[in-house]
C-alpha cells in the first residue's frame, strides 16, 4: 500500500500514525520526505507493506521532483491499495486534479482522503473533493488520528487475514557512511533498479531506507542510511532527525558496511560513524567504493588497506573490499562478504572446544601476575551470539590486564576466524554471579 499525495500533505504523519513509530521525517518543509519509506503495519489481523512517498507535483521539473514522479511510479506497480491524500484546509488544487487524473489511469484501488479534517476550514472544503472522481472521500486528520481506522478499514477491505506476520529472520544490513560516497548509486547497483534517489548532491538521502533482497537463498534488509555530517554542518532540525534515523538504523542491524571514498580516503567522519557501529557490537565490513576512478600500481591496494587499518585500529576484525558502485566491480564479493559475516556473527563454538583453545594459549603465554599472585584462568563458555559472547572464569579479574583478554581473543580468533565480527571477552571472578 502507497500513500500518494502533494508536497506538505502530512503523508509522514498519516505513516507514522499508521505504523505507530515515528520512521518518516516530519517536518513543515515541503519536500522533506524524498525517497519511498518502508513499513510493516497491520489493522485488524490484516498485514501490509505501508509505502511514504515523496510529495508528487506532476508539472515541478526540479531535480528532485522528477526523481520522486520516478519513485511514485515503482511504489505504485507494488502496491494493491493507494492512499491519495489531500489538503482540506488548501482544498482541490489543480495538482491534486492532476495526479487524480494519473491515478485513474493505474487500474489500482484508490481511496480518497482529505487531512487535516480537525479544521473548519476543511469541512467547509470537504465536498469539493467529489470532483476528483475517486469516489467518497474519507475525513481524517493524520496529526490527530481522526478517521484513521475508518480509512484502514477501507485498506484492507478484500484483504485475507494471514496467519503469520512477517518474517524477522530477515538478515538487517545498514550501509553506512559520509555523504555522496555512492551508498545509494551500490544499493541500486545490487538491486539493478532505481530503488533510492541518487544525484551528485550530498545528502540526497535523510531517511533511512528499508529495501527487500535475497542472495544465495538468503532474505536480507538492506538500509540507505543518511550520510552524517559534522556536528557544525548541521543546521536544520530535518538534518539532526537523520542523524538519529541513520544511528537507529544501527542499532537495528546485524551487519554494517562503512562506504568509504576512494578519491578521499578515511576520514575523521568514518571513524566516527563506524564507531557507532563497533560500539554497538555490529558485525562491520568496510567497502572502499569508487575504486574504478583511482590510478593504481601494483601496491596501491595494499597501501589503502594499511592506511584503514592505521585509521581504523579498533575495527581491525572487519574485512575491507575494493568495489565501484558505478561498473559493479566485486559487488558480488561484497554480497558473499556479508553473508559469510553474518554467519560468523551466529556462530557458536562448543564449550569443549574453547577450553581446548584457551587451555593452549595459557600453555603459550601465562596469565600477568601481580605482587606474588598470579592470574589463573579456570575455564569459558560462549554464552551468546550476535555478538558472539564469551564468559571466562578467572580466580580475580583485577589481575588480567586488557592487553591479555586481547591475546586470548586472538587466539580464539586464529582458530575460528570470526572476519567482521567484534568478539565480547566477560570476565567473572570464580564464585561472582550474574553474567
Not at 114 to 125: G, L, Y
Amino acid at each position: 500500500m502507497s500513500i500518494i499525495g502533494t508536497p506538505n500533505v502530512g503523508k509522514s504523519t498519516l505513516f507514522n500514525k499508521i505504523v505507530g513509530r515515528k520512521i518518516s521525517i516530519t517536518e513543515d518543509t515541503p519536500g522533506v520526505t524524498r525517497d519511498r519509506i518502508y513499513s510493516n503495519a497491520s489493522w485488524l489481523g490484516r498485514e501490509f507493506l505501508l509505502v511514504d512517498t515523496g510529495g508528487l507535483d506532476l508539472k515541478d521539473q526540479d531535480i528532485f521532483m522528477s526523481s520522486i514522479k520516478t519513485q511514485a511510479d515503482l511504489a505504485l506497480d507494488m502496491s494493491d491499495v493507494i492512499i491519495f491524500l489531500t489538503d482540506g484546509v488548501n482544498g482541490v488544487s489543480s495538482t491534486d486534479r492532476e495526479i487524480a487524473t494519473y491515478l485513474r489511469k493505474t487500474n489500482k484501488k484508490v481511496i480518497l482522503a482529505v487531512n487535516k479534517f480537525d479544521s473548519k476550514k476543511a469541512k467547509d472544503n470537504f465536498y469539493d473533493f467529489y470532483e476528483l472522481g475517486l469516489g467518497n472521500p474519507i475525513s481524517i486528520s493524520s496529526e490527530q488520528g481522526m478517521g484513521v481506522g475508518d480509512l484502514l478499514d477501507e485498506v484492507i477491505e478484500g484483504f485475507q487475514p494471514q496467519e503469520e506476520g512477517f518474517d524477522n529472520d530477515d538478515i538487517r544490513v545498514s550501509f553506512i557512511g559520509k555523504p555522496n560516497v555512492g551508498k545509494s548509486s551500490l544499493i541500486n547497483n545490487i538491486l539493478g533498479e532505481e530503488r533510492v534517489i541518487v544525484t551528485d548532491i550530498p545528502g540526497t538521502t535523510r531517511d533511512a531506507i528499508d529495501t527487500n533482497f535475497s542472495f544465495n537463498d538468503e532474505n536480507y534488509i538492506f538500509v540507505d542510511t543518511a550520510g552524517l555530517r559534522k556536528k557544525k554542518r548541521i543546521d536544520e532540525n530535518i538534518e539532526r532527525y537523520s542523524v538519529i534515523r541513520t544511528l537507529t538504523a544501527i542499532e537495528r542491524s546485524s551487519v554494517c558496511v562503512l562506504v568509504i571514498d576512494a578519491a578521499e580516503g578515511v576520514s575523521e567522519q568514518d571513524a566516527k560513524i563506524v564507531g557507532y557501529a563497533h560500539d554497538n557490537n555490529r558485525a562491520i565490513i568496510i567497502a572502499v567504493n569508487k575504486w574504478d576512478l583511482i590510478e593504481k600500481d601494483n601496491k596501491t591496494m595494499k597501501n589503502f588497506e594499511k592506511e584503514v587499518r592505521d585509521r581504523l585500529p579498533f575495527i581491525n576484525y572487519a574485512p575491507i573490499v575494493f568495489i565501484s558502485a558505478k561498473t559493479g566491480q566485486r559487488v558480488n564479493k561484497l554480497l558473499e562478504l556479508i553473508s559469510l559475516v553474518n554467519n560468523n556473527y551466529n556462530h557458536r563454538i562448543q564449550t569443549g572446544v574453547l577450553n581446548d583453545i584457551l587451555n593452549r594459549a595459557v600453555l603459550m603465554n601465562q596469565p600477568p601476575s601481580d605482587k606474588g599472585r598470579r592470574g589463573k584462568l579456570y575455564y569459558g563458555s560462549q554464552v551468546s551470539v550476535r555478538p558472539p559472547r564469551f564468559m571466562i572464569h578467572v580466580n580475580d579479574k583485577e589481575l588480567f590486564h586488557f592487553s591479555y583478554i586481547r591475546y586470548l581473543e586472538n587466539q580464539i580468533r586464529e582458530s575460528y576466524s570470526f572476519d567482521g565480527v567484534p568478539l565480547v571477552m566477560v570476565l567473572k571472578n570464580r564464585g561472582e554471579k550474574g553474567q
